[in-house]
């Protein structure tokens, strides 16, 4: 039974990763901090089968113990400050957890076992002000965020791991990725969650920033399995996982309101406190060398994806149901 270990397993990504490796047979290990708010949402119907362990990318101590006492085959990096807009509130400690982060954890694979192989949680949001569409493995980057720029140290310092010291690290530069796990505080959910909270009369206005800004959105569920195949390749590299199709913040709105027979114009305010100081209007990467190489390629289509995020959320609001 290989054993892997998941840095971020609470949150949308980790959850559905921790699912599909235990159907693949794994002993999953989930590294959570301590914390005086403990979310356990995601995984609270995989918490018998799973094992939580105390640890924090700030404290590299804390990985090392835990790589030497769990012995993974693999560890899943997810874990990092993840939202876009608190990064530009939070930048120092965006980049102490995600990027000085990074290099923590795969110092520690490089002093306790070099035969570790690891799979870093790139992004999109490195690319920010794009310089050719679509976006591939070898596009210049061009962050636009110190979530993206501390994403790109992060990115760079596992390929400069992997050419250092010949670990198995590899990079996952993966688009948008949305769920019904979503956090409340991305755009997505945000919007699908309000949508319902509007047909359901329990709100009646949205406000939100840039309505314009166009990225490409796949399924979450589809990305992690992505994530695994890269760690299943004789030899380590890095790879898009895309869709290859650009939908705008206003065509989300368009399906999400949609869905449920109304009209987002009647109910969306534009607030300039949702706008970044520095925008990213174009994110759309191609899958083809994932296709290639993985054999991976999405399966939920856009109107499937928003669809079904609108539909988790009218049922958790209808049944009372906590927020994820």
Request: aromatic share 10%.
């Amino acid at each position: 039974m290989p054993t892997a270990l998941i840095t971020g397993i609470t949150g949308q990504d980790g959850s559905y990763l921790a699912e599909l490796l235990l159907e693949k047979g794994y002993k999953v290990i989930g590294m959570v901090r301590r914390t005086s708010t403990l979310n356990f949402h995601r995984i609270a119907h995989i918490q018998d089968q799973i094992t939580l362990v105390p640890g924090d990318l700030c404290d590299q101590i804390s990985l090392i113990h835990i790589l030497e006492e769990h012995k993974p085959d693999e560890v899943y990096n997810l874990a990092a400050q993840s939202f876009v807009g608190t990064s530009f509130n939070q930048p120092v400690f965006t980049g102490d957890v995600t990027a000085l982060g990074v290099t923590r954890m795969l110092d520690a694979i490089r002093i306790v076992d070099k035969n570790i192989r690891f799979y870093q949680a790139s992004t999109s949001e490195m690319f920010g002000k794009v310089v050719e569409v679509p976006q591939r493995e070898e596009t210049p980057f061009y962050p636009r965020s110190p979530y993206g720029v501390a994403k790109l140290y992060g990115h760079w310092i596992t390929i400069n791991y992997r050419e250092s010291y010949d670990l198995y690290a590899c990079s996952g530069i993966l688009f948008n990725h949305e769920s019904p796990r979503r956090g409340l505080e991305f755009v997505t959910r945000k919007i699908t969650y309000h949508a319902a909270m509007i047909k359901l009369e329990m709100a009646n206005e949205l406000r939100l920033g840039n309505l314009d800004a166009r990225r490409d959105w796949g399924f979450a569920g589809d990305y992690v399995e992505g994530m695994w195949r890269m760690l299943q390749q004789d030899a380590p590299d890095d790879f898009v996982l895309a869709t290859g199709e650009t939908f705008s913040v206003e065509q989300f709105l368009d399906e999400a309101f949609g869905h449920l027979n109304l009209d987002w114009k009647e109910y969306v305010v534009q607030d300039p406190k949702f706008m970044r100081p520095a925008e990213v209007d174009l994110l759309v990467g191609t899958p083809a060398k994932a296709k290639k190489k993985l054999g991976w390629e999405p399966k939920v289509t856009f109107k499937e994806l928003v669809a079904m995020m609108v539909d988790a959320d009218m049922k958790m609001l209808e049944t009372g149901t906590t927020p994820i």
